[in-house]
């Protein structure tokens, strides 16, 4: 195994905007970088420019009508009404925008880049990858493409047979369980909020066999997390015996994150990406939601951090400081920003006891992973 991470980013992210009244119109992988860096966390040997993935790449999972309609999109800068119903572009939170084209198309480049580093093994983070509700032919809750999905076929069509997917977003990842749902070689693990949008993602929901879903309630804490991982995704990952694991790291499940009930800390999604670390050859985290520019800054540079063997809890050196002290954010509880936010990178320790109900859950998935033995084994 390669000993170096590598760190897949673009400058694309820093200019490009949803639109100013988005969720996402706030600095996530442009600040999750500026604050690797002046946390002097990386070496610049590591870091790797996103391509553009082409269309067709993106044609390995997508329609070519659909990727001809987001190059249009993005050329027009307006899509017709008809087009509009049909691809789920230019409403429902999926905005025409400058770079509607070119900015999905940069995350599916890094991913794809990602799993060829990863070909003999190693650690690769992208950031801005992780958009898991992307469709074949539509796109889904700001997702136009569907860069996990990609990179999975990637390491697939490389002769990979073994692959472990893990989803700690606060949203169900519904559109890779979906893409490999008849698809022995990949299993899909989703950790996500109940009752949540897009809704699916049920305990009962297994795919055939191919997926794991963990709904959690409202509330949901570091304690609870580090159940669901020791109890249920360790083990399984150890009976999986996967060639890579991919990993989403959404960062919208964290408690200062507005569009989740989720109360997890930082520190509980590093423990989750510490302890995948050597459990397959190969290791691809992306990012994923994250919807407060601190929260997300902080969060995905101390991934970078565990990655690398650096203990993220540090104190922000002067330039770290004034990273954070620059990220503006166009929401109320952006407005009077706590001073944590700029002088901490790691949150506070997660408080509360494992409920019952957690307890629960993970003795039915665990359950349910018995009585489908012949799919793992
Ligand atoms: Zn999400």
């Known amino acids: 195994m390669s000993s170096r991470a590598f760190l897949i980013g673009s400058e694309i992210y820093r200019i490009s905007s949803y639109g100013r009244r988005h969720p996402l119109a706030i600095p996530r992988v442009s600040a999750t970088l500026d604050l690797i860096r002046a946390m002097g966390w990386l070496d ?27 190059r249009q999109a993005e050329a027009d800068q307006h899509v017709p009404a008809d087009r ?37 093994g190693g650690i690769v983070y992208s950031p801005a990858g992780g ?33 472990f997917y893990v989803d700690v977003d606060a949203h169900h990842g519904d559109g890779v369980q979906d893409a490999f749902a008849q698809d022995e070689h990949v299993f899909t693990l989703s950790i996500h909020e109940v009752g949540r949008w897009p809704y699916t993602g049920r305990l009962e ?28 995704v360790l083990p399984l990952a150890a009976r999986l015996r996967p060639e890579a694991i991919v990993l989403q790291g959404g960062a919208d499940g ?20 510490g302890s995948l670390m050597g459990r397959a050859p190969r290791l691809l985290v992306l990012g994923g939601g994250g919807y407060n520019p601190w929260a997300v800054a902080r969060c995905w540079a101390g991934v970078w951090a565990v990655l690398n063997g650096i203990d993220p809890a540090a104190r922000p050196t002067a330039q770290a400081e ?25 949150d506070p320790p997660g408080e509360g006891a494992v409920r019952d109900e957690v307890l629960r859950l993970a003795r039915m998935a665990m359950m349910g992973i018995d009585g489908m033995k012949s799919q793992i084994d």
């Open 205 to 232: 929901d297994r795919a055939g066999g191919a997926a794991l879903n963990l709904p959690v309630p409202a509330g949901f804490n570091d304690a609870e997390l580090a159940l669901l991982l020791d109890e249920v």
């Open 254 to 273: 964290l408690a200062d994150d507005p569009m989740s009930g989720l109360a997890l800390s930082n520190r509980a999604l590093w423990r989750v990406v």
């Open 131 to 163: 958009t898991h509700h992307g469709r074949p032919d539509r796109a889904s809750g700001f997702c136009y493409f569907n860069d996990p999905v990609l990179g999975i076929l990637a390491l697939l069509d490389a002769g990979l047979t073994r692959i």
């Open 322 to 346: 004034a990273v954070l002290r620059g990220l503006w954010w166009n929401r109320s509880q952006g407005r009077d920003p706590p001073e944590r936010w700029f002088t901490t990178i790691a």
């Open 84 to 120: 509009r119903a049909r691809y789920n572009i230019g409403c429902n939170g999926n905005p025409v925008f400058p770079e509607i084209f070119r900015r999905p198309a940069t995350a599916c480049g890094g991913t794809l880049r990602a799993a060829e580093l990863l070909r003999g």
């Open 44 to 70: 610049e040997a590591q870091y790797v420019d996103s391509p553009l993935a082409t269309p067709e790449q993106l044609a390995r999972f997508h329609d070519r009508d659909y990727i001809a309609a987001v």
